[in-house]
């Protein structure tokens, strides 16, 4: 079960847990809310015996075993017919009230689930095996998921209010969380959160799963061991992170490698790995520390490679420069919809830093500089392919020269509405064949790319 360390909860969560639990009685006419007024008077009751209070000096484990036996003895009271299920069932919520995540909890436990949507109190919406579906869970009402948001950002020392409607958090667990209220939000308390997966998958098991063939997978391999400059292009949920901490399996053991994200979510296997992270504004005036001051000082902290979570603004022209200056084999994501649009939107967060350089110079340097991008793309049968892997060769006039290492394509959608294609091969040998051969891997290189 997802929660939290009771002993080291704040004031501010012990507050919002008793707004979220004091809630009145409504009249009920079906069996379903008959269930849900015998809920709500077990609730009241059990805030009288377990108070927040104590709570926060109770174990997770001790407050799960305290509030089962407190909701028996009030049923037995109170003469509701429930049995020990429902029992169990009755006091897991109320202990889901109190430290999880209220009725996003089970959601939260169920692996199968990526992403939670709330929009507003009575729509939340998940994405399930790469399909979005409405969820049967609501809140009571708009203070239910009022509360439950102020107590996730609490979590952090950050409020939501009418002053800071929307609020970026991370859950104890790694999970991410927008939060976006009203006036901003005009349906209601907005929640949305990017579950954080424990489990890492290899580039083989990516192939496996179909993102790819064993070739690219082979290919991807050499990249990452052969030290070259890889961007990671893709839309929202498309599976750049996931990609980026498969690639990594592919770094050496003995460098020293510094990740710099918004929120932490690589989860590298190397010893020695240094991870950064952003930092809002605080609430009490502290400044917000971004991508690009965390770069500049990675710069001065002696690394083998930098792995940008992502890249989106001015930071792109400290990560080019880190790139050109000795840390080659570094690594970002970005948000595009194709190589090419990766390398426009490059170029447009490169003059966001108020270079003044010319475009022609610009591109130049993002030409030397840049040795692969890697196109994933969610399809519309809901899974994850890496469409592209392109090579940047250089420039052409004014124009970037690629490559297309491989490509998906595209056949027909079978009768299930699964997407048909095959990963296809240009059997050409790429620029950085050079430094797969330094490393002792051009062999392995022309193998997998069907060269002789």
Do not use: W
């Not at 690639?247 to 710099?260: A, M, V």
Request: include cysteine.
């Amino acid at each position: 079960m997802f929660g939290v360390n009771v002993t080291a909860a704040t004031q501010s969560e012990t507050s919002s847990t008793t707004q979220s639990l004091s809630v009145p009685i409504a009249d009920v006419s079906s069996a379903s809310n008959i269930e849900e007024q015998r809920f709500r008077t077990i609730q009241q009751e059990i805030m009288a015996i377990i108070s927040p209070s104590v709570v926060v000096t109770l174990s997770p484990e001790e407050l799960e075993d305290r509030t089962f036996e407190a909701v028996g003895n009030i049923a037995a009271r109170q003469q509701f017919p429930i049995g020990g299920t429902e029992q169990r069932n009755i006091s897991q919520r109320l202990v889901d009230e109190m430290l999880g995540l209220g009725p996003l909890q089970v959601l939260m436990d169920d692996p199968e689930i990526t992403d939670i949507m709330v929009n507003g109190h009575k729509e939340v919406f998940i994405e399930l095996r790469g399909k979005v579906k409405r969820a049967d869970v609501s809140f009571r009402d708009e203070e239910h998921v009022l509360n439950l948001a102020r107590r996730i950002v609490s979590r952090i020392g950050r409020r939501v209010d009418e002053t800071t409607p929307m609020v970026d958090a991370r859950l104890p667990n790694g999970s991410r969380v927008n939060v976006l209220i009203p006036p901003l939000a005009l349906n209601g308390t907005c929640i949305s959160i990017r579950k954080f997966n424990e489990k890492k998958h290899s580039l083989e098991q990516l192939a496996a799963l179909g993102a790819m063939s064993t070739e690219m997978a082979s290919v991807l391999n050499i990249i990452a061991r052969s030290r070259v400059n890889v961007l990671i292009s893709g839309g929202t949920g498309a599976g750049k992170t996931t990609l980026l901490n498969a690639l990594s399996f592919g770094i050496s053991p003995d460098e020293r490698i510094i990740t710099i994200e918004d929120a932490a979510e690589l989860k590298l296997q190397q010893p020695h790995v240094v991870s950064i992270e952003t930092r809002p504004a605080s609430v009490e005036g502290a400044p917000a520390i971004g991508q690009r001051e965390l770069l500049r000082n990675a710069l001065r902290m002696r690394p083998d490679r930098i792995i940008l979570g992502e890249v989106r603004g001015a930071e792109a022209f400290d990560m080019m420069q880190a790139m050109n200056t000795g840390h080659d084999g570094s690594m970002s994501t970005l948000h595009a919809n194709s190589p090419h649009d990766a390398l426009i939107r490059l170029e447009n967060m490169l003059l966001m830093a108020e270079v003044n350089l010319p475009v022609s110079a610009l591109r130049r340097q993002i030409a030397s500089t840049l040795d692969v991008i890697v196109q994933v793309e969610r399809m519309r049968d809901g899974k994850r392919r890496i469409v592209n892997i392109t090579e940047i060769v250089g420039l052409e006039g004014e124009q970037y020269l690629t490559h297309d290492l491989f490509h998906f394509d595209y056949q027909h959608t079978d009768a299930h509405g699964d997407i048909v294609g095959q990963f296809l091969s240009a059997k050409i040998l790429p620029r950085f064949s050079e430094k797969a051969r330094y490393y002792q891997l051009e062999s392995q290189l022309k193998q997998a790319l069907g060269v002789r």
